[in-house]
């Protein structure tokens, strides 16, 4: 069929590898990862639990990943009946009145909160340029209110941690669009004053904003919007259990009071009957933030991890999260000081700044956590507690594998007295040994070779 001048003279320069060796080469590669599939993994702020197989057995279903975002309405109302379902589950969890799926992470919800937020002030004939925003707050908070347009101005934090009223109260001005919040805290310690706060904030003419990335201290418990909050998003790929780390998939689904509805992203889905449409034609709305429906693998998992554990199974998700951390901080806490010493809710920071005398930092201790083969707890956050390490267990632990993290937390203890070397170039035993962190971002070599380890 193909002309001669078409045709190869040799046979291509295919590389000739066995599937066998194919097989092992990919294996092999696997396995120098770290998930929760192999470990614990106590990252705090990250929701790092385990995700039921049952979810990804659903999402992979043809009638969810096959279908095609560009077909038409009435030919996926299978998907827009779930989404309007999980909708309605989210709304009864949060406690406010409509919810939005099209943003893909945490981040990007609040940007899209605070943006209604905006919208809505500005219907109002309001110029606030301010967001206030605590000193113990995610990095992302700042970001996207400097993203919304907002100026930035940071609340401390009182000696016990948490929102002191009487500052606040100084802060809240008529420039004051929003107090963005998050609770439990990155402490994780619950504003105890929540409600007198929400009052503060509304008899300013402000917004509250929750960041409610985390929701495993409350679900079941308390609702954001029964704490007075406006606006809340949800990092569905945290608390809803879907695999996520290394930069994807999301979902932020943002949740707000019916002031702020004609401000949603849209489209908005819609029930008329039977029959679910997705409504484009929304005056008001800031307009569309993500293409099609948002991630819908992750609202597919978040609806079935919902409809699987049920009303009661949430409320005990809450429940052995705080037990859990709570157990940690008391099994640690002559050792490692806590930052706060009472109870927590859902994670626990501790300070390593005694170690700071044998020339140890929580960074060191934390790569020899790897050692002992355990993913590391978050470091250097939140930025208000020196050499902090910030443990979030999760609810899906077993007392067995808590037990044994803090059998080697105490362990590394006795190494930093004894034996402080052999921290300082932790990790011995991974794939890959201690690297310059900011040069390995910029710089990637995949075949770096590591120091022997000592005898
Ligand atoms: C994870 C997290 C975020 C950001 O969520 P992303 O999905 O990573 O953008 C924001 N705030 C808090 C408290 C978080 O834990």
Not at 249 to 257: C, L, N, R
Request: charge should be neutral; charged fraction near 25%; glycine fraction near 8%.
């Amino acid at each position: 069929m193909f002309p001669a001048s078409m045709m190869r003279d040799d046979p291509p320069g295919l590389p000739e590898v066995s599937e066998l060796d194919l097989v092992r080469h990919y294996v092999k590669l696997s396995q120098k990862n770290f998930s929760i599939d192999s470990g614990f993994y106590p990252l705090g702020s990250c929701t790092m639990k385990y995700n039921p197989k049952i979810n990804d057995e659903i999402a992979r279903l043809a009638g969810m990943a096959s279908l095609h975002p560009l077909q038409a309405e009435e030919t996926v109302q299978g998907a827009l009946h779930l989404l309007y379902s999980l909708e309605e589950f989210l709304k009864e969890i949060l406690g406010v009145d409509h919810i939005s799926f099209q943003p893909v992470a945490g981040a990007q919800g609040e940007m899209v909160g605070l943006m209604m937020i905006r919208a809505c002030l500005e219907s109002r004939g309001e110029n606030r340029h301010k967001v206030l925003i605590p000193d113990s707050a995610h990095g992302t908070n700042p970001a996207s209110a400097g993203l919304a347009g907002f100026d930035v101005e940071e609340i401390k934090s009182n000696s016990q941690g948490l929102i002191d009223l009487d500052d606040l109260k100084k802060h809240l001005d008529r420039d004051c669009a929003a107090l963005m919040l998050t609770n439990p805290n990155t402490l994780g310690l619950f504003e105890k004053d929540i409600l007198k706060i929400s009052e503060a904030v509304h008899q300013a003419g402000a917004l509250m904003y929750m960041d409610g990335a985390n929701l495993n201290a409350l679900l079941g418990v308390v609702r954001p919007g029964d704490m007075g909050f406006d606006v809340v998003h949800a990092n569905l790929h945290k608390t809803f259990s879907t695999p996520h780390g290394g930069g994807g998939p999301g979902a932020g689904a943002v949740g707000v009071k019916a002031m702020l509805a004609p401000f949603l992203p849209k489209p908005t889905i819609e029930k008329k009957g039977n029959v679910y449409t997705l409504n484009h034609h929304r005056p008001q709305s800031i307009g569309k933030v993500s293409t099609f429906y948002g991630n819908f693998g992750n609202l597919v998992r978040a609806y079935v991890y919902i409809r699987s554990n049920g009303a009661q199974g949430l409320a005990k998700i809450s429940e052995m999260a705080i037990l859990n951390a709570n157990y940690v901080r008391k099994r640690l806490d002559a050792v490692y000081k806590v930052a706060q010493d009472r109870p927590c809710m859902h994670e626990v920071v501790f300070t390593a700044k005694k170690f700071k005398s044998k020339e140890v930092h929580a960074r060191d201790l934390c790569k020899r956590l790897m050692d002992y083969g355990f993913h590391p707890p978050t470091v250097y956050f939140p930025l208000i507690v020196e050499e902090a390490m910030m443990v979030e267990p999760t609810e899906t632990e077993s007392k067995e594998t808590l037990d044994a993290f803090c059998e080697a937390m105490l362990s590394i203890a006795k190494e930093a007295e004894t034996n402080p070397e052999l921290l300082l170039k932790a990790p011995w035993t991974t794939p890959v040994g201690r690297l310059d962190e900011t040069e390995a971002v910029k710089k990637l070599n995949i075949r770096w070779k590591k120091e022997a380890s000592p005898k």
